[in-house]
């Protein structure tokens, strides 16, 4: 069962070592200098994320859990194009606001109400129900942590199906976990230093001034997004994106954010350089077999596999019903 | 691992770069590696973690966000299966006390929680987000900081569920 992993792994691993990136995007400057593995490209990610899945479903279907698979993720456009300080892409804004980061009401609203993994739940005995929580999230047990570039500190137990499913994916739950984490860490620390850089919050005065001009009275393109929120009709979205598109460009923040935000990444991506480049190789040599895993499932003629047909015999809860909270003091 | 890593000589072959990338893996019976690294330092040690399984041991408790007044899941505590605009009224006043916080809800969607600071939070940057099956096990640290920058220590207050589809997509920008 290694043996493949091993196989691809090696062979990915020379073809991001030696050769051109396997059908990716050229790396930026940075990169380039650093000799970085290149990133997963946004549908890339979703395959990994989708073979995650699916392996979780297997190993809960040998623990005695059918779960069904979920209903597919509303939007399939790409993830803007970097960086995303501010968006600066007018043609992709015009066509697609904020891409698949912000959906229509509706589209939350059918989410909700087609919960096939949700009704399946419900659908067990609370005894049962718990067994399958320990099955699929490990209980508490065995569990490993990591300290991040920020200082905070991600725990998660290294039992269940999704970290067994990430371990079979990527060939090691722990190791996975750990640099998975810092890389995550790496680029979440850089933004949050990139947003409060003067260069980037002195081009923002330009840009601010712009958007309030159209209506839409906001610091930063951060607190522009939040005020629209993950779920927004269509038309409001394009009305932002494309405000914060048209004014990152008419002001001097297009120009300036992408340099600021690379210098900042290229810092924490220095120190963190082992953690950053182990995660995006163990991506890339993963993206074979996620490939192979969703091709797999799509195909798989029974229902040992594949569930999408499958719908759950009690669709009893409406969304957002609540328990009262358990009320203790150990 | 280590002496890969400290090592640093010019011709680095693939073989000796997986090794790196997967340990575990490459402790299989691979052919040995005849190079070692150009990647300078070492990579952020995993460390074992916080028993939990007392917790969910008790009884048939499936689905919680769990909250705790003390560092490492100690001292008083509380518990929710479902979303909680307030968190004053829970446990005795939970309100701007929860130091450690572990998210035992089901994986998928709605499986990412929002620990708010604020009451009846729909979308805020005041908040800070735990995935589903990860704990943070000490907020007095400072480390562990709402989006627009201060503490979580003693200071959340209301929680939702929500899915974070940048999260899904890899997208580190619009993700929470």
């Known amino acids: 069962m290694r043996w493949p992993a091993v196989l691809s792994l090696l062979l990915l691993g020379t073809l991001t070592a030696c050769g051109p990136e396997p059908g990716g995007t050229p790396a930026d400057g940075a990169e380039r200098g650093a000799a970085l593995p290149r990133q997963v490209t946004a549908d890339e990610r979703v395959t990994l994320s989708r073979a995650e899945e699916i392996l979780e ?6 623990a005695g859990f059918d ?3 979920p209903p597919e993720r509303g939007r399939t456009e790409l993830a803007p194009p970097a960086p995303a300080l501010v968006l600066s892409d007018l043609a992709y804004a015009r066509e697609h606001g904020y891409g698949p980061r912000v959906r229509t009401p509706e589209e939350t609203a059918r989410l909700l109400a087609d919960d096939p993994v949700g009704d399946y739940l419900r659908a067990l005995s609370p005894k049962r129900r718990a067994q399958a929580l320990r099955a699929w999230q490990g209980g508490g047990v065995d569990t490993v942590e990591v300290t991040l570039p920020s200082g905070m500190t991600r725990g ?3 039992r269940g199906c999704t970290s067994e499913a990430r371990g079979e994916l990527y060939g090691d739950f722990r190791t996975w976990f750990g640099v998975d984490a810092v890389d995550q860490g790496v680029t979440a620390l850089a933004m949050d230093r990139a947003q409060e850089d003067p260069a980037f919050t002195g081009a923002l005065r330009g840009w601010s001034h712009c958007v309030a001009v159209r209506g839409l009275p906001h610091e930063s393109p951060r607190r522009l997004r939040d005020a629209l929120g993950d779920s927004a009709p269509r038309a409001k979205e394009i009305e932002y994106a494309v405000a914060e598109a048209e004014c990152a460009v008419s002001s001097t923040l297009a120009e300036i954010a992408p340099e600021v935000e690379e210098r900042h990444l290229a810092r924490i991506r220095a120190r963190y350089l082992v953690d950053v480049t182990n995660a995006r190789r163990m991506r890339l040599a993963a993206l074979a077999k996620a490939v192979r895993i969703v091709r797999e499932d799509e195909t798989a003629p029974d229902d040992t596999t594949r569930h999408t047909t499958r719908r759950a015999r009690h669709p009893s809860r409406a969304p957002g019903t609540t328990r009262p909270p358990e009320r203790q003091t150990r | 691992m280590k002496h890969y890593v400290r090592t640093v000589l010019t011709a680095a072959s693939a073989f000796a770069l997986v090794a790196v990338a997967a340990p575990a ?3 299989a019976p691979a052919p040995a590696p005849t190079a070692t690294v150009v990647t ?10 916080a028993d939990l399984s007392t917790l969910v041991a008790a009884d048939d408790a499936d689905g919680y966000l769990y909250a705790f007044d003390l560092p490492d899941f100690q001292g008083a505590w509380c518990r929710w299966n479902s979303n909680d605009s307030w968190w004053g009224d829970d446990c005795g006043n939970f309100n701007d006390r929860a130091t450690s916080v572990w998210n035992n809800g089901f994986p998928g ?3 990412e929680v929002s620990l708010n600071r604020d009451v009846n939070l729909s979308t805020n940057l005041a908040r800070l987000c735990i995935e589903a099956g990860d704990y943070y096990a ?18 959340i207050s209301s929680h939702h569920w929500f899915t974070d589809d940048a999260d899904y997509y890899g997208d580190p920008h619009y993700a929470c």
């Open chain 1, 57 to 62: 479903r297997r190993c809960l279907a040998r």
């Open chain 1, 67 to 69: 779960v069904p698979a």
């Open chain 1, 156 to 158: 998660r137990s290294s």
């Open chain 2, 25 to 27: 893996v490459a402790a």
């Open chain 2, 40 to 49: 300078p330092g070492k990579p952020t040690p995993v460390r074992p973690g």
């Open chain 2, 109 to 111: 969607y709605y499986s």
């Open chain 2, 138 to 155: 000490d907020l007095s640290l400072g480390y562990e900081k709402f989006l627009d920058g201060p503490s979580a220590d003693n200071a």
